[in-house]
């Protein structure tokens, strides 16, 4: 019986192995492929990327929330990511060149950590 579960789980690990091997090449082609077309993309000017999101919530799935209020450009989130839940606040800044940053002190059961946040935004036509 443990030669039988033994071959079982040998066969699974190779066939694991396989699957990977030709999913990495895929995923590194694709990778390739979306680092030129942002590259080939137009930087979006600061007054789309204030458009885009002030007084707006981004939503991060089912995972949590940011809110980009206008007023002293507050930001405010909450998030509930691999069973620990936390919340932050700070200010949002667009520094140019289309970036959008945040910096927020996160609180939750691990304490208190702050963090900046950045994200260039491109645009090819109407897709950013």
């Known amino acids: 019986m443990k030669r039988v579960v033994g071959n079982c ?15 990495v090449p895929a995923t ?19 007054e789309g990327v204030y458009r885009i999101y002030q007084n707006h919530s981004w939503l991060w799935g089912k995972k ?7 007023k002293q450009r ?8 691999k069973g620990r839940s936390g919340y932050g606040n700070g200010m949002w800044f667009i520094p140019g060149g289309g970036k959008l940053c945040y910096r927020a002190q996160w609180h939750g059961s691990w304490g208190v950590k702050g963090s900046m946040t950045c994200f260039e935004h491109r645009q090819v036509g109407k897709v950013i």
């Not at 690990?13 to 999913?23: D, E, G, I, R, T």
């Not at 949590?64 to 206008?70: E, I, K, N, R, Y």
Request: hydrophobic share 55%; aromatic share 12%; charged share 15%.
């Open 9 to 23: 789980l040998g066969a699974a690990f190779a066939c694991s192995v396989l699957v990977l091997a030709f999913q």
């Open 28 to 46: 590194a082609k694709t990778a390739t492929k979306i680092a030129e077309q942002a590259q080939e993309a137009t930087v979006v000017p600061d």
């Open 74 to 81: 507050q930001f405010d989130a909450w998030t509930h990511d």
């Open 64 to 70: 949590g929330a940011g809110f980009f209020a206008v």
